[in-house]
């Protein structure tokens, strides 16, 4: 079994496909059987059937993408005031 680190925008609960026990995820990112977010595996699991990752590197990857969606978020702010002020003058 393949296991993949998947970047989500929404949360994902269902049951881990190594452990059978609840998992959830609640972004930005999770780990899934195969690559399919309906085959969650529990982070505990994924460590120990192989996806290598340092802790320090998962708290990189988590920060970076909390990033970009507030940098995300900020862009789509902005191009709505813009477009308002345009609409004003």
């Not at 998992?23 to 192989?50: H, I, M, N, R």
């Not at 920060?63 to 191009?79: P, T």
Request: net charge positive; glycine share 8%; proline share 4%.
């Amino acid at each position: 079994m393949n296991i993949y680190l998947e970047i989500i925008k929404e949360p994902v609960r269902g049951i881990c496909a190594v452990s059978k026990k609840k998992v959830k995820f609640k972004g930005p990112y999770g780990f899934f059987a195969e690559g399919k977010l309906d085959k969650p595996v529990s982070e505990t699991e994924a460590l120990k059937k192989g996806f290598t990752v340092k802790p320090k590197t998962m708290k990189k990857i988590g920060a970076l993408l909390d990033l970009g969606i507030k940098f995300e978020e900020i862009q789509r702010a902005s191009h709505e005031e813009f477009a308002n002020w345009q609409a004003l003058t």
